[in-house]
Structure formats: C-alpha cells, structure tokens
C-alpha cells in the first residue's frame, strides 16, 4: 500500500523555522487525510496538525497553534509543515501518516501507513 517519506528536518536554533515534507505518491489506497506527528525521546507519539484531502480542512493540536501551519499539494501529493517560532520542546521525530475514510482528529493506531520519521531539534 506505500508508505509516506519525509524530509526537511535538521538542527534549528529556538525562535527560528523549519519546513517539513511528506511525499504520499507511493501510497496506493484513497487518501482521506494526512496528519503529522512527534515523539521526542522517552515519551508517547503525539498529534501535531493533520489535513483533509480533499477539502483541506486543517487540525492542530493546542502546542502548535498559531506557529505551525500544515498545507498540502493536491496535484504533487505532497503534505508540508511549516513550522515558526520554533521551541525547545518542538524537539522530536516527525512522523507523516496517510489515513484512509473517516479523518478528523485521529489517535496514531487508526493511520493506515506512516514514514520512517525526520528529526527536529531545537536548540538554544
């Protein structure tokens, strides 16, 4: 069924930016929604912000809002996040998950595929 892949993380300095992407053409079910989620070291993977497909509809979890923004690209199958006002705490691995009907605001075991992960860390 394929999997997503993701790209973009590094070493950011606090206060500074970041884009992530998501490449979902390997993906071969019907993509309802793409979410992104983190897992810093030691803790549970935990929500980030998610798409829907075909409307575009937007999800954020509370830590994020006001300084992440996810988009996608329809036609390139593409998810991105773009991150700003970077925190010490935004620290993590980045996963990209690709779910199937129905979408919303859904916990890590209902995605149907997930990538291998990129890393973001902040530093001071």
């Known amino acids: 069924q394929g999997q997503p892949v993701e790209s973009g993380g590094g070493l950011v300095q606090a206060g500074g930016s970041l884009r992530l992407s998501c490449a979902a053409s390997?993906?071969?079910?019907?993509?309802?929604?793409m979410g992104w989620y983190r897992q810093a070291s030691g803790k549970e993977r935990e929500f980030v912000a998610a798409i829907g497909w075909t409307d575009g509809d937007p999800y954020y979890a509370d830590a994020v809002k006001g300084r992440f923004i996810i988009s996608r690209d329809h036609d390139k199958k593409e998810v991105y996040l773009h991150m700003a006002s970077l925190k010490l705490e935004d620290t993590g691995v980045y996963y990209c998950?690709?779910?199937?009907?129905?979408?919303?605001?859904?916990?890590?075991?209902?995605?149907?595929?997930w990538g291998q992960g990129t890393r973001v860390t902040v530093y001071l």
């Open positions: 390997g993906i071969t079910f019907g993509i309802a929604g």
């Open positions: 998950g690709a779910k199937r009907e129905p979408f919303g605001y859904s916990p890590p075991h209902e995605y149907d595929s």
